[in-house]
């Protein structure tokens, strides 16, 4: 990468973070070291973008959250592997978040001019994932999950465990795995404090509690 390539890629990243991030972080991602980055930042500070240095827990270098770039233009590549990485996430029944997701590539291929769109389709089918999807899931329930760990709210599921006993639990999510043939939602139980998995094919209705 050169470097005038990189510095555009870093405030690309700088930008999209907008958390605090480490110079050490920061040379890992971009294969260089610790000194070059202090350099490509004090680049960036020349070139009136507003890098500064956050201190304390999460802290490190940020841009002023003040501060907007110009709107992110896709080349027909990049815009072909987010789209197929996307398509692949949807179709290997992954992420639970297909409302999101697929919101996110239409505007990723709205933003390409119509001969980029036209690559984008020849290099889409020239793409082939192979694998074995994860057991479906109902919509309503992937939009309720969707909504409360988007709005960080409770999630009052149906769960049918493995004896086929079927309880009502209202649970936080704390995080998503997604295995190769499964999801599962890493949630606490609120009424017991037991934290736990709850396989997302085996919850049979779910909503937002107070929804």
């Known amino acids: 990468m050169q470097r005038t390539e990189r ?13 605090g991030v480490t110079a050490e972080v920061l040379a890992e991602r971009f294969s260089v070291t610790v000194r070059t980055i202090y350099r490509d ?12 240095a956050e201190r304390g827990r999460g ?16 080349t027909a590549r990049e815009a072909a592997l987010v789209v197929a990485l996307g398509r692949f996430a949807i179709g290997m029944r992954l992420l639970p978040f ?3 997701l697929e919101s996110a590539l239409d505007k990723v291929r709205s933003a390409l001019s119509t001969s980029a769109q036209r690559e984008l389709l020849d290099r889409l ?7 074995v999807p994860s057991l479906p899931t109902r919509k309503p329930v992937r939009e309720a999950l969707e909504r409360a760990w988007f709005e ?14 079927e309880t009502v639990r209202e649970v ?11 999801t599962r939602l890493d949630a606490v139980d609120l009424a017991s404090g037991e934290r736990r998995h709850f ?11 107070g929804a």
């Open 7 to 19: 510095l555009f890629a870093l405030a690309e990243y700088l930008r999209g973070r907008r958390t």
């Open 41 to 52: 930042l004090d680049a960036l500070r020349a070139a009136a973008l507003p890098v500064g």
């Open 59 to 74: 802290g490190g270098y940020a841009l002023d959250r003040g501060y907007s770039l110009p709107p992110v233009n896709f």
């Open 98 to 100: 297909t409302g999101t």
């Open 125 to 131: 089918r020239e793409l082939t994932f192979l694998g």
């Open 152 to 165: 960080r709210q409770p999630l009052r599921i149906t769960y049918v465990d493995g004896n086929f006993l």
């Open 172 to 182: 936080r999510i704390e995080s998503v795995v997604m295995d190769r043939h499964e």
């Open 199 to 209: 396989r997302l094919d085996r919850i049979t209705r779910a909503e937002v509690v």
